[in-house]
């Protein structure tokens, strides 16, 4: 079989409206390291008006915006809100950062008290803290695996999460999801919430091939990924 035959279809959620600080480079990132081992990365802009089908994609990123941005993009985002959840049900993977992960939740307060409706994809939710933001860097561990992620973040949201959640990672410098419990980012099924810019997975390859790994396997389950992606070297910056 051609190696080139494999590919990966990304999603680009509303990334004319949510793009902080080049949240894009998550997708540059994951192709550089799909085509180490032969596999083509694509991707497509689904924006305001767009349909979503979860069935002509492998991986989607959602990525950061501003409140103004988030109010332009949350009512549209209710339109596609039962397809993105049915991505997120058949475990497809997505990176969310910052303000896309607020709205994958069940809803944010903005700066000005505004309560905006996420699509409840996941079970957290994101209080307003009206007169400071969270800004800098973070670093943070992930219990289970015992990777460490470097991150920026900058955000004035505090998001909670449910007992159905488990965070991304545990705070060792900065303040992540709330500044309160310790916590940093989401993972829900094959979703991975998270605060950081940087963009995260072009800081942190070994998030990056993981990520990549798990949309592999999920098209793909007959092929050995993990020994292909186990002569890949991680980056970091
Ligand atoms: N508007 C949101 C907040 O400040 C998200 C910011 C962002 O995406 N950088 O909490």
New binding site residues.
Partial sequence: MNEQQYNLRVAHLYGDL?N??GDYGNIIALRYYAQQIGVDVTDQLVSLGDDFNPDNFDFALF?????YE?SIVAPDLQRIGREVTRFIENDGPIIA??????LLGNY?I??DGTRVEGIGAMNIY?E?QSTS?FIGNVTIKNSETGEEYHGFE????RTYLSDQERPLGQIVVGNGNNGEDGSEGVIYRNVFGT?F?GPILTRNGNLALRMLELALVRKYPTIDWHSKLANVTPEFF
Avoid at 97 to 102: A, L, T
Avoid at 154 to 157: E, L, V, Y
């Fill in positions: 949510m902080t600080y990525g950061g915006g501003q409140d988030q950062v910052c303000g896309g992960y607020q944010f903005m700066a994101t307003n933001r900058n955000h004035q949201g605060y810019h």
